[in-house]
């Protein structure tokens, strides 16, 4: 059986054994090393090098999920190897459970077309630059939205532009003279054709996107279908997805009989009119759409960011096609293989019990204040008390913070952001920004960058004095229920 050390702090050794013991029977045997720190999110490579003999007995080790630096080179110390646990030891008993597939978010089978809608407008500058924005954020097709009656001059140069940047490129339009400009000047995709306009095709080398002459005409629908399959043609085909209340549900039953009666055939889903028509979370409006279209087997799926409440329609298309490939393909529900559409909520938002984070509180025995949440509300505690409200302005007037306006402003901040993590229900790190997943741009965090060197807080805050003169910035205190 592998046997895994786990090195910690000593403020978070009987936690992290609590946690251990709970999981009996695991499948390895384990030990816990304190290594002589107070607070485990502290621990560095260069600190764990210095303060463990070697060698260790044991399969592997497990350092806390902040560790910073070069893990492979501490692996090498070792002749174990060394990796990062989850960054809560509460997540520990998920960590060693979770799927085998490492790489589960790797694939996907739909591509997503991003609209620009009002190309038209912009130069072509403004065209790319949007395109590589797009692109970053998971786009494989740049769509080109051309608008009605209004002269688009510059479509023909935004074309090859955008091939010249390595863009698939497609044009949307209802005017066929700018859908063969498009083609012409190297399009691969056109949206969108009818029975009535398949002559374009015959123009150009582009693929059609085919619809309906009008939304409910299906039988329009399959005679293009038709068409371009007897002659051998690539092409999409696209039932059009009507809004709510106008239609969502008998548009979705049109996609399912598109896909018994062509099995095979491409389909493409425009989801722009339930995401930007729809005053509603885009993050779980893109997870069940993604899920039908996994299910229809769909090959592409047209979005749009026009509304500023989908704003990050692409990105999180690009988090809901992998879920929802990875959830058909191992035939499972979705649940599980990433929190990143899960903005405003945390499946397990508290991970502390009220009782555990007061057993933390009295074995404090320095000034500098700890944050936590738990469902009572915000916790704050050093060795001079622990107080609990949620309310940050009713916690304030018992910390004595007046004349330490620094002091006073670190911790405003800090219990402002536990206040919204007890709020809504999402997980809360002290000095770490809240999760919102997919919604915002993630900060990484570089674990590779050292800490300050220094075996100790007290050591730490004379390092961040020396470059900071802000009062007592030896009060902030890191994760505590790390490992």
Not at 5 to 17: D, F, H, K, M, S
Not at 30 to 45: D, K
Not at 381 to 398: E, K, Q, S
């Amino acid at each position: 059986m592998e046997h895994i050390v786990l090195l910690t702090g000593r403020l978070a050794q009987p936690a992290l054994e609590r946690v251990l013991a709970g999981m009996a029977p695991a499948p390895f045997t384990w030990e816990v090393r304190e290594i002589g720190l107070q607070v485990a999110g502290l621990m560095t490579a260069d600190m764990i090098r210095r303060r463990v003999p070697a060698p260790i007995v044991a399969d592997r080790i497990l350092v806390p999920g902040r560790c910073r630096g070069d893990l492979d080179a501490l692996s090498a110390h070792f002749g174990v190897p060394v990796e990062r646990g989850p960054a809560e030891l509460k997540d520990i008993p998920r960590h060693f459970n979770r799927s085998a597939s490492a790489g589960r978010l790797d694939a996907y089978d739909i591509d997503i077309f991003a609209e620009i809608v009002d190309a038209p407008r912009l130069d072509v500058v403004e065209i790319v630059e949007r395109a590589r924005r797009l692109a970053a954020d998971g786009a494989n097709v740049i769509d080109i939205g051309c608008l009605p009656a209004t002269p688009f001059p510059q479509l023909e140069d935004a074309v090859a532009a955008l091939k010249a940047e390595g863009f698939r490129v497609s044009v949307d339009s209802q005017d066929a003279d700018e859908l063969l400009r498009g083609g012409r000047a190297g399009a691969d995709y056109l949206l969108s054709l009818t029975v009535d306009t398949l002559w374009i095709a015959d123009e150009v080398a582009s693929t059609p996107v085919l619809i309906p002459r009008e939304p409910g005409d299906e039988d329009s629908l399959y005679a293009a279908i038709a068409t371009l399959a007897r002659h051998g043609r690539p092409f999409l085909a696209d039932a059009i997805l009507d809004p709510i209340p106008f239609g969502l549900l008998g548009s979705l039953c049109r996609y399912q009989r598109l896909r018994e009666r062509f099995p095979d055939v491409a389909i493409m889903m425009g989801i722009g009119n339930v995401t930007e028509l729809t005053e509603a979370d885009t993050s779980g409006i893109n997870a069940v759409l993604f899920g039908i279209a996994a299910e229809l087997r769909a090959s592409a799926v047209l979005t749009t960011q026009v509304s500023q409440h989908a704003r990050r329609a692409v990105r999180e298309a690009d988090v809901a096609r992998r879920v929802m490939y990875e959830a058909r393909e191992s035939g499972s529900l979705p649940k599980g293989i990433t929190d990143e559409l899960m903005t405003v909520h945390a499946k397990h938002p508290f991970p502390d019990t009220p009782e555990e984070i007061h057993a933390t509180a009295c074995a404090v025995r320095d000034p500098s204040f700890r944050v936590q949440v738990s469902p009572l509300g915000l916790h704050i505690y050093n060795r001079d008390g622990h107080h609990v409200d949620t309310d940050p302005f009713a916690l304030y007037p018992r910390l004595d913070l007046e004349g330490d306006a620094g002091h006073a402003f670190y911790l405003g901040v800090e219990l402002a952001r536990a206040e919204i993590a007890w709020s809504l229900g999402k997980r809360y790190a002290q000095d770490q920004p809240l999760d919102w997943g997919c919604a915002t741009e993630r900060r990484a965090d570089d674990l590779m960058r050292q800490c300050a060197p220094g075996p100790t807080k007290k050591s730490r805050a004379a390092a961040a004095q020396a470059v900071d003169p802000t009062p007592n910035p030896s009060h902030r205190a890191p994760e505590v229920a790390s490992q």
